[in-house]
């Protein structure tokens, strides 16, 4: 019998209406709309393509979008500005700035400058300082997202042996102290742990965000572990095409495992609706509202 597949684009698409009943709510309550400023510095492709999908989906949702974009050769300080601005602007209530930046630029001083009550990416420091204690914080979204995946499909997490593969500020630690506050036993893999297969086996839940396609095989899989593949690349395919896997062989896990996110359609479009989430939720914070559920 064959794993079952986790569909996050079915569960981001609920997420995304449940949004967008709370922002008709909250336009209801305020008479204004949740602001969500996007600032992409430079052409990079890929980002562009993500900034343009993060416009689409705001816009969807009944948010406001602001979109801010600098030339590859603007000054830090020039970004920096920005930002300030965007802090003070009560119009805004969401401030990304898209990664990468131009290598000149210090992406840490550019995250420290961006207010961390409206950073919806939860990347400054005031925000992983909150989740690593406990506090009301604003949460990266994608772990966010794994992390709603795992509870629809397990419940309670508490007690389960929990290992992710990767300790980036972006994916690995956030993913561990969402699981970690779930109480279950965690371990984090990454590039120098010994014997990664043992290692993987012991998880109940596997999250791999490595970005190493099909790295971690069937077989490393203790029977029945849900797991959550995170990691997205491109290689190629048929016919001079390319086509995108996860970092977990696909068919090779799904024969051992219980449940399985697919790639593309598993965790990539929770990213983009847990944003929109956590848009409204600043927002409803900034307002003075509960926050929404
Ligand atoms: P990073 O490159 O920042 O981190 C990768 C992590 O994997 C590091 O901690 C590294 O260890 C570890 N690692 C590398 N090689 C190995 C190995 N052979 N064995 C064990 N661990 C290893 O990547 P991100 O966390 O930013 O992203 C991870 C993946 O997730 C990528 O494929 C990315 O495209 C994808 N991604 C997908 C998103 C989505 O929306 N679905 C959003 C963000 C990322 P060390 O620290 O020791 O170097």
New binding site residues.
């Given amino acids: 019998m064959g794993a079952a597949v986790i569909d996050g684009k079915a569960f981001a698409d609920t997420l995304r209406g449940k949004v967008g009943a709370a922002v008709a709510a909250f336009r209801e309550q305020t008479g204004r709309a949740p602001g969500l400023a996007v600032v992409l510095v430079g052409e990079d492709p890929a980002s562009q393509v993500y900034v343009r999908s993060k416009h689409k989906a705001t816009v969807a949702a009944g948010m406001e979008s602001f979109e801010h974009r600098l030339p590859a050769t603007a000054a830090q300080d020039a970004l920096i500005a920005l930002v300030e601005r965007l802090n003070a602007d009560e119009a805004v209530d969401g401030i990304l700035v898209q990664l990468p930046l131009p290598r000149h630029m210090d992406e840490k001083a550019v995250i420290a400058a961006i207010d961390p009550a409206k950073d919806v990416d939860g990347f400054h420091v005031i925000n992983s300082g909150k989740l690593a204690v406990g506090e009301e914080a604003l949460v990266p979204?994608?772990p966010l997202?794994c992390l709603m995946l795992l509870k629809d499909r397990l419940g309670d997490l508490s007690g389960l042996e929990a290992v992710v593969?990767?300790?980036?500020?972006?994916?690995?630690k956030p993913m561990a102290q969402l699981l970690l506050q779930e109480s279950c036993t965690v371990t984090i893999?990454?590039?120098?742990?010994r014997d990664?297969s043992s290692v993987v086996r012991r998880g109940d839940i596997v999250v791999?965000?490595?970005?190493?396609p099909e790295?971690v095989k069937g077989d490393w899989l203790k029977p029945g572990a849900t797991v959550i593949d995170?990691?997205?690349?491109r290689v190629p395919g048929e016919e001079g095409k390319s086509r995108l896997v996860?970092?977990v062989d696909y068919a090779g896990a799904a024969a051992v495992a219980g449940a399985i996110t697919p790639?593309p359609g598993?965790?990539?479009p929770?990213?983009?609706a847990v944003l929109l989430r956590n848009t409204l939720v600043a927002a409803s914070r900034r307002a003075g509202l509960g926050a929404p559920e």
Avoid at 165 to 172: M, P
Avoid at 208 to 212: D, L
Avoid at 230 to 233: L, R
């Fill in positions: 979204c994608t997202g593969i990767g300790r980036s500020n972006i994916v690995g893999a990454h590039s120098r742990t990664l791999a965000a490595v970005g190493r790295m995170v990691g997205i690349n996860g970092d790639v598993g965790v990539g929770m990213t983009i």
